[in-house]
C-alpha cells in the first residue's frame, strides 16, 4: 500500500443489509490477474467494493502481450466496420484509464503489390471511424486523446514519399511528415500500392500496464491482490436440492468459495458473493469446476524481440497487410524505444503456429494445446525454435524493409495463448459472459481493450443483483472524470515499476519505456501531430 494514496470504501453506499440486518460488505472473487482481472478489479476497487484478485505468476498481466492499441481496428481488414467502431471507444476508454501506458506514434499500413486488395478499400471504413471519433468528442471533450479527428488518418502518395525520402531523419518528429520520412527511406517503394495510409493507432506497453494497473490497485486498502497464488477449486455454497444441509439464507451466506495455494505451498479460502472468472486461456478449467457448458477457441501465437541499429531514429509501427495463416500473412513491426522491435507475422512460421488452434470439447470446456506450447508458455521458449522462429521474422520484415536484415535476435519472444469465445476464429471483439443465475461472469477479451467494457457489465450484473447500489455516484460519473489512481500515479512511478518489471522478466528494461508519452503532449487535448 502506498501511503501517500489510499482509498477506502464509504460504508453507506458500498454496503448492503442481509437478512440479519448486518452491514456485510459486497465481496467479489477475480480469478486470473491479467489484463482483464486487474481491469476489473480496478473498476470495482473505485466502487469500494472487496475485492479478492488471484495470480498465479509473480506479477500482473504477464500474459499473452500487447503491442498495439486497436484504436479502430485497422490490422483486421476482414471484420464488420462496426467492429472496428466499438474497437475505437474501447480503447479511448483504456487511453483514459491508462494514459501512461500508451506509445503515442502512428502506425502505417500499407496493402503490398502482390495482395488482392487495394487501399481504397479501406478508405469507407476510415472515414466512418473518423465520424465515431469526432462524435465521441462532443459527447465528452476528454475523449479527444488520438488528436484532432481530421487527422485521425491521411493518405500519402507515392510522389509524396518520394520527395520525403530525400528529407533528413528527425529525432523526435513531431508532424505526420516527419514521421513518414524514415518510412519512405526505408520502405521498399516499389512493393506498395498507393495510397499509403497512416492511422493515429497507438503503441500499448505490456511493462507499463502491468506497472499501472499494480499501482492502481495498490492504492485501495478493500482490494487485496494475491500474486504467485493459484486458486485450485471454486465451489458453490448453495445446497442442492437433495442436500441435507440446512437452508442457507442467501443473502447472508457468501455465493462461492475459492480455495488456493500459495508458492511457498500454504492454503487457504475465502468466501465471496461473486465470483469472475478471468482465467484467460484457462477460463474453461474453471468453467468446468463451475458446471457451465462452453464452446470456444484457444489459439497460441508468439512475436519476436529484435534489435535493429540502423533505424537512425523513431519510425511508426508498419504494417504490410497479408492474408491470415498464408505464407504471406500480415507483417507487423512494432518500435519501442533504443531500437528494439518486435515483430508478428502472421504465417504458420512466425507468429501463427499447425497445431496452434485448439476448440472445447462437449466432455470439457477447456481446449487442451500441444504440450510443446504448454510448455513455452510455463516454462519459457526452447532456444533453438525461438532463435530459428525469430531470425525468420527478420527476414519476413526485410523482404519490404530492406536494411531490416542488418537487425539481430535478442532471444526474446512476447507471445501465449488467447482464448476466442465461439467458433469464428476472425472474431475480434468480445468482452464478457453474464451468468446471473450463478453469481458467475467470466471474461472473455480477444483484444486487451475489451477489459473496460468487460467490467461495466460485471458492474451492471452486481446492480442487479441488487449487490451494490443502482446509483453510485462513482458509476454513474465513470465517463465524467479521470480515473482517481490517476491524481496520485505519476508517469515517474510507472517508469519504475515498469523497468523492474522489464528486468525480472528478462526483458530489455529499453522496452519498459515509450518514445512519445501522453503527459509529453498534454493528456487531455493533444494534438501530437500538428506541425
Ligand atoms: C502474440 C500475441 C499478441 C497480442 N497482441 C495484442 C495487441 O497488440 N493488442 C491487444 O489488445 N491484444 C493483443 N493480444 C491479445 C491479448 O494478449 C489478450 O486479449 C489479453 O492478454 C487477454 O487478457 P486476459 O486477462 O483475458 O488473459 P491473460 O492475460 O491470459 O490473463 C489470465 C491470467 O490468469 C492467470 N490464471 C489462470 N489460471 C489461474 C488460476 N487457477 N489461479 C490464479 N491465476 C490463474 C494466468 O496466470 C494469467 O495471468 C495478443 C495476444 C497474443 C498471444
Known amino acids: 500500500m502506498t501511503d501517500s494514496a489510499s482509498f477506502s470504501a464509504d460504508a453507506s453506499v458500498l454496503y448492503r443489509d442481509t437478512a440479519h440486518n448486518k452491514a456485510t460488505p459486497t465481496r467479489v472473487g477475480i480469478l486470473g490477474g491479467g489484463t482483464a482481472g486487474s481491469t476489473i478489479a480496478i473498476r470495482l476497487a473505485a466502487l469500494g467494493i472487496e475485492t479478492h484478485l488471484f495470480e498465479q505468476k509473480n506479477s500482473l498481466i504477464d500474459g499473452p502481450p500487447m503491442c498495439h492499441l486497436h484504436a479502430g481496428g ?11 467502431v466499438a474497437l475505437l471507444k474501447q480503447c479511448i476508454d483504456i487511453l483514459r484509464l491508462y494514459p501512461y501506458t500508451i506509445d503515442v506514434r502512428p502506425t502505417v499500413f500499407a496493402v503490398p503489390t502482390r495482395d488482392e486488395g487495394q487501399p481504397e478499400d479501406l478508405l469507407p471504413r476510415l472515414d466512418k471511424l473518423t465520424t465515431a471519433y469526432r462524435e465521441l468528442i462532443e459527447e465528452d471533450e476528454l475523449n479527444k486523446v488520438l488528436g484532432e479527428p481530421e487527422d485521425y488518418y491521411q493518405l500519402y502518395s507515392h510522389e509524396q514519399l518520394l520527395a520525403l525520402a530525400e528529407c533528413e531523419q528527425v529525432a523526435v518528429p513531431r508532424s505526420i511528415d ?30 507499463r500496464l502491468a506497472a499501472s494497473a499494480t499501482l492502481a490497485l495498490d492504492a485501495y486498502d478493500h482490494t487485496h491482490v494475491y500474486t504467485k497464488t493459484t486458486v485450485k477449486k471454486v465451489s458453490d455454497n448453495t445446497p442442492t436440492a437433495d442436500s441435507h444441509a440446512p437452508v442457507l439464507d442467501t443473502h447472508a451466506t457468501p455465493r462461492w468459495r475459492i480455495d488456493y495455494q500459495a508458492k511457498d505451498g500454504s492454503k487457504d479460502y475465502v ?22 457448458d462452453v464452446t470456444r477457441m484457444v489459439e497460441f501465437k508468439s512475436s519476436y524481440i529484435t534489435h535493429w541499429g540502423q533505424a537512425g531514429g523513431q519510425i511508426p509501427e508498419i504494417i504490410i497487410y497479408g492474408v491470415r495463416g498464408t505464407p504471406e500473412g500480415m507483417a507487423q513491426l512494432t518500435p519501442y524505444p533504443d531500437g528494439y522491435f518486435q515483430i508478428h507475422g502472421m504465417s504458420k512460421f512466425i507468429t501463427l503456429f499447425e497445431d496452434g488452434l485448439v476448440a472445447s470439447s462437449k466432455d470439457s470446456a477447456q481446449p487442451v494445446l500441444p504440450e510443446q506450447y504448454l510448455h513455452y508458455i510455463k516454462d519459457g521458449w526452447d532456444k533453438a525454435p525461438l532463435q530459428a522462429r525469430s531470425q525468420q521474422a527478420i527476414d519476413y520484415v526485410s523482404e519490404f524493409v530492406p536494411t531490416f536484415n542488418s537487425a539481430r535476435t535478442v532471444g526474446n519472444a512476447l507471445y501465449g495463448a488467447q482464448q476466442i469465445p465461439g467458433e469464428d476464429d476472425t472474431l475480434r471483439v468480445a468482452d464478457v459472459c453474464l451468468y446471473t443465475d450463478k453469481c458467475y461472469a467470466r471474461a472473455e477479451n480477444v483484444k486487451a481493450s475489451s477489459t473496460l467494457l468487460a467490467a461495466d457489465e460485471i458492474v451492471g450484473e452486481l446492480q442487479k ?67
Not at 514521421?179 to 506498395?192: S, T
Request: aromatic share 10%; hydrophobic share 40%.
Open 271 to 292: 468466501d465471496v458473493d461473486y465470483l469472475v472468472n478471468a482465467c484467460g486461456f484457462e477460463t474453461g478449467i474453471i468453467d468446468d469446476m463451475v458446471g457451465v
Open 465 to 531: 443483483l441488487q449487490l451494490i447500489d443502482q446509483d453510485l455516484p462513482a458509476n454513474r460519473d465513470r465517463y465524467a472524470h479521470e480515473w482517481e489512481y490517476l491524481v496520485h500515479t505519476d508517469e515517474g512511478t510507472v517508469d519504475a515499476v515498469a523497468h523492474s518489471l522489464a528486468s525480472e522478466r528478462g526483458f530489455p528494461t529499453a522496452m519498459a519505456k515509450v518514445n512519445h508519452s501522453l503527459r509529453e503532449l498534454s493528456l487531455a487535448s493533444l494534438t501530437p501531430f500538428a506541425g
Open 178 to 207: 516527419e514521421w513518414m520520412i524514415p518510412v519512405a527511406k526505408y520502405l521498399d517503394l516499389n512493393k506498395i500500392k498507393y495510397p499509403l495510409i497512416v492511422v493515429q493507432e497507438y503503441g500499448w506497453n505490456i511493462f
Open 74 to 84: 485497422n490490422l483486421y481488414r476482414e471484420i464488420p466496420d462496426e467492429d472496428c
